[in-house]
């Protein structure tokens, strides 16, 4: 017998969880719209290059978690495991079209080989926003602000913004090797992962949720202190409009993130319910020299990912009642042929009218139908059987508290409106 099971690390996304997951998006779509900001969708899969030039060959989505395959021309490609790359490749292949700044967002699958598990799969969905085209600190505010407000405004309260600034190509080579020097003093206090990155990769240290790798790094120099005029401008100025904007936040001089193309603002939204290693709800930052890294010509970008399955697990540990997509409007019921047909009629009717409606594809009980009027969410239940058909009426039952009475065929779109 063919294994029904999916794929280890990835998982079938049934009602309600689904539905969850689809008013989600749908919110985050009309917040990012609300801000200003475009759709864009990009292939879900890339030339590989793409990601090793811009993600950086030294990443562990590079090194260990990309899904890489090569096609009938021989063409080596890759699965998406994140959103800034490919729309920075887009935005640069049509950038006299789109003007700057250029304020996009999606709501794709991304792909990673990692080890499975609760808030981690190797396939999730994810909400991305990206302004790109200008490196005004206002872009990295309202970046932040959207997130911010997304959050909030599923009711969640027990997260927090987590804010840092890892310099820029000025100042943040002389760190990197100061960082290293006190590395290297502490190598024998590091996991064997810590040890393999520290000379390619050495902010990503500050980064290791290894016990040992924190204890041996909390004095470890912070890049903070060491900006230069420039990009100490750009983070106070960051602040202040956050602050304007009323949201709270945390300095952590640890927040780096894993890339290679993230310059000066770095940020998260962790929250507290969620495992210490799974916390992370959204993270971003800017990304000034990811263009250049592609081939193209200097275009500075911030943005975010949020992965909607795991604030799928937030909301649960919170309390907080899982979003519900637009219901069905009504479920027509029909008792006997002569009905059936009536009640076809009756959802073409109201389908034509905007309203969400079905019926039953076959002959089935009436007792058997109000079940699946029930299973699909129905707000309302529309009986037609021989005598509302003579009496050219329909029984209109709400499902929430059965109360019911008889409308005039004529009038059931608009009673199901009012």
């Known amino acids: 017998m063919t294994d029904l099971n999916p794929p280890r690390g990835t998982q079938d996304l049934l009602p309600?969880?689904?539905d969850a997951v689809e008013a989600l998006a749908d919110e985050g779509r009309r917040?990012?719209?609300?801000?200003?900001?475009?759709?864009?969708?990009?292939?879900?899969?890339?030339?590989?290059e793409l990601f090793a030039r811009g993600v950086g060959a030294s990443t562990d989505i590079v090194t260990k978690e990309m899904y890489t395959f090569e096609d009938k021309g021989g063409r080596s490609l890759t699965l998406r495991p994140e959103g800034t790359a490919p729309v920075m490749r887009a935005y640069l292949a049509h950038k006299q079209e789109l003007g700057?700044?250029?304020k996009a967002y999606y709501v794709v699958p991304m792909f990673r080989h990692e080890r499975p598990q609760a808030g981690r799969m190797r396939q999730h969905t994810q909400l991305g926003v990206e302004v790109m085209g200008t490196a005004a600190p206002a872009a990295d505010v309202e970046v932040v602000t959207l997130g911010q407000r997304f959050l909030s405004g599923r009711g969640l309260r027990r997260f927090e913004l987590r804010l840092n600034s890892i310099g820029d190509e000025v100042c943040r080579p002389a760190y990197r090797t100061a960082l290293i020097d006190f590395l290297k003093e502490r190598v024998?206090?590091?996991?064997?992962d810590s040890r393999e990155r520290m000379l390619q990769n050495p902010l990503?240290?500050?980064d290791c949720k290894v016990p040992s790798c924190r204890a041996a790094t909390e004095d470890a120099p912070r890049i903070t202190d060491h900006l230069c005029d420039a990009c100490r401008e750009h983070f106070d100025a960051v602040q202040a409009g956050l602050r304007e904007e009323g949201i709270t936040f945390v300095l952590d001089h640890r927040l780096v993130r894993g890339l290679d193309y993230y310059t000066r603002t770095t940020f998260e939204f962790v929250s507290e319910v969620l495992g210490p290693t799974q916390s992370t709800l959204c993270g971003g930052g800017r990304y000034d020299g990811l263009a250049e890294l592609l081939g193209g010509e200097p275009t500075p970008g911030i943005g975010f990912g949020l992965g909607l399955e795991r604030l799928l697990i937030a909301i649960d540990e919170e309390g907080v009642p899982l979003p519900e997509p637009e219901p069905l409007a009504v479920f027509v019921v029909a008792l006997g042929e002569e009905a059936a047909a009536e009640a076809r009629a009756l959802?073409?009717?109201?389908?034509?009218?905007?309203?969400?409606?079905a019926g039953s594809l076959e002959d089935r009980p009436m007792k058997a139908q109000m079940k699946m009027a029930d299973r699909a969410g129905a707000r309302y239940v529309a009986i037609i059987g021989e005598q509302e058909l003579a009496d050219g009426v329909v029984t209109m039952r709400r499902m929430a508290d059965g109360e019911q009475e008889s409308v005039k065929r004529s009038e059931v779109p608009g009673w199901i409106s009012r």
């Not at 917040?31 to 590989?48: K, N, Q, S």
């Not at 073409?348 to 009218?353: A, C, D, Q």
């Open 100 to 102: 700057a700044p250029f």
């Open 204 to 206: 990503r240290v500050l």
């Open 31 to 48: 917040l990012a719209r609300r801000f200003g900001f475009r759709r864009v969708e990009t292939p879900t899969f890339e030339h590989t």
């Open 188 to 192: 024998d206090r590091l996991c064997r």
């Open 347 to 357: 959802v073409r009717e109201l389908r034509e009218e905007g309203l969400a409606a």
């Open 16 to 18: 309600p969880r689904s």
